[in-house]
């Protein structure tokens, strides 16, 4: 990701580089002021007073941590999953609904999810799937393996693919805080009117990106 002293000790929000009603009205300003200030700025404070103990820990960059979790202090471990988890995968969030680019994939990463789920309707159809299917709160993901192929996950709570060695090309939080004060408890609405705030060019900025880590990680570079 850019900007990456967001993602170092002492952790901090990333600039949303955008209002809180720029998404509007798919989106409400409330839910975004509340979502952004509120839950990632909590998942921010929560993972800097877990980690603020173990001074080891402070050189590594979030993702080294969230991939080594069974390395970590039993007492933080937890605490880091959670509020870790929740700190990265907001930073994805503001990112991929950033107002502007297309609506629609385009390029390679069409590309690719015509290949794989058959058309970009069959792919929608999937993901909404599996999005509405993650009981309790979580995300619904797009990522790439480290054969590089894609394929549609859930995960729960706050975890993160990159703690399955799978990484994020998008996700869509499912966490009723994402919608509740808009869609209530119609998640099926709330996914209805994401897929209208998706930024396409950041998503395949982001796809292109991940493809350049999976080369990198099978040369061993
Ligand atoms: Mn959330």
């Given at each position: 990701m850019e900007n990456r002293q967001y993602f170092k000790y002492p952790y901090r929000l990333p600039e949303m580089g955008y209002s809180y009603d720029a998404l509007e009205p798919y989106i409400d300003a409330l839910t975004m002021e509340i979502h952004y200030t509120k839950h990632h700025g909590g998942y921010v404070n929560n993972l800097n007073a877990a980690l603020e103990k173990y001074p080891y820990l402070h050189d590594y960059y979030l993702e080294d941590l969230l991939m080594n979790l069974s390395a970590l202090p039993l007492d933080i471990a937890e605490s880091v999953r959670n509020n870790g988890g929740g700190h990265l995968n907001h930073s994805i969030w503001w990112q991929i609904l950033?107002?502007?680019?297309?609506k629609t994939p385009t390029g390679e990463l069409l590309q690719e999810i015509n290949k794989t789920f058959g058309g970009f309707d069959n792919f929608k159809e999937q993901f909404n799937k599996a999005a509405m299917s993650r009981f309790g709160s979580g995300w619904a993901w797009l990522v790439l393996d480290r054969f590089g192929k894609l394929h549609i996950i859930s995960t729960p709570n706050q975890d993160n693919p990159i703690m399955q060695n799978l990484m994020p090309i998008f996700g869509i939080d499912v966490w009723e805080h994402s919608y509740y004060l808009k869609y209530q408890n119609r998640r099926a609405d709330y996914l209805n009117a994401v897929w209208n705030v998706l930024n396409w060019d950041v998503i395949e900025k982001r796809y292109q990106e991940m493809k350049k880590k999976v080369l990198y990680s099978i040369v061993g570079g």
């Open positions: 950033t107002p502007g680019g297309s």
